[in-house]
T-cell receptor, first 116, second 111 residues
Framework: DTGVSQNPRHKITKRGQNVTFRCDPISEHNRLYWYRQTLGQGPEFLTYFQNEAQLEKSRLLSDRFSAERPKGSFSTLEIQRTEQGDSAMYLC??????????????FGPGTRLTVL | QKEVEQDPGPLSVPEGAIVSLNCTYSNSAFQYFMWYRQYSRKGPELLMYTYSSGNKEDGRFTAQVDKSSKYISLFIRDSQPSDSATYLCAMRGRGSYIPTFGRGTSLIVHP
């Protein structure tokens, strides 16, 4: 499968615990995005990487959230001291930089987080 | 008021019907307009995108953008039960890589 993959697919944790999610983008894609989607809502942007550089962060990304893309390939999203309000689907997407025109983002299947 | 408004539905139609899905927006800087389909417990997949105003057709799907009214539409002809999904509109400005999504419309096509 050459699409975007995310692990784990589901995570159940207790309030106050730390969790980490992983995203493996399509191999030639240099841009990687994290989104959060709650039930009945569209995806909301969290952060974006071009290669290993984190270029943009949403104000939704509180201090408890951190994302890395150390070698410009896979990325991790960590949530510290989880709260019940963090329960959501966390989506990763990747795209390939082109010289002009539209750059399609390809989404992974998401990691569903439930905080008890 | 959200930047992108989309009726969540659900919209229930019989197989073979023509479906019309719509979004309105407030940001006049939006230039790229996208429609995604999302099946339950899956990530969104891009159906179509349109740059600026006009129509675009791809098989049974037609996307329309009316920038003067800040209104976009997706039409699905000869709808099939396999079209049952949530349809998300999304849009972004020309200099941005980050789309703003609507909340999605749930479509149910019954046999």
């Amino acid at each position: 499968d050459t699409g975007v993959s995310q692990n784990p697919r589901h995570k159940i944790t207790k309030r106050g615990q730390n969790v980490t999610f992983r995203c493996d983008p399509i191999s030639e894609h240099n841009r990687l995005y994290w989104y959060r989607q709650t039930l009945g809502q569209g995806p909301e942007f969290l952060t974006y990487f071009q290669n290993e550089a984190q270029l943009e962060k949403s104000r939704l990304l509180s201090d408890r959230f951190s994302a890395e893309r150390p070698k410009g390939s896979f990325s991790t999203l960590e949530i510290q001291r989880t709260e019940q309000g963090d329960s959501a689907m966390y989506l990763c997407a990747s795209s390939k930089e082109t010289s002009g025109g539209y750059n399609e983002q390809f989404f992974g299947p998401g990691t569903r987080l439930t905080v008890l | 008021q959200k930047e992108v408004e989309q009726d969540p539905g659900p919209l229930s139609v019989p197989e073979g019907a023509i479906v019309s899905l719509n979004c309105t927006y407030s940001n006049s800087a939006f230039q790229y307009f996208m429609w995604y389909r999302q099946y339950s417990r899956k990530g969104p997949e891009l159906l179509m995108y349109t740059y600026s105003s006009g129509n675009k057709e791809d098989g049974r799907f037609t996307a329309q953008v009316d920038k003067s009214s800040k209104y976009i539409s997706l039409f699905i002809r000869d709808s099939q039960p396999s079209d049952s999904a949530t349809y998300l509109c999304a849009m972004r400005g020309r200099g941005s890589y980050i789309p703003t999504f609507g909340r999605g419309t749930s479509l149910i096509v019954h046999p």
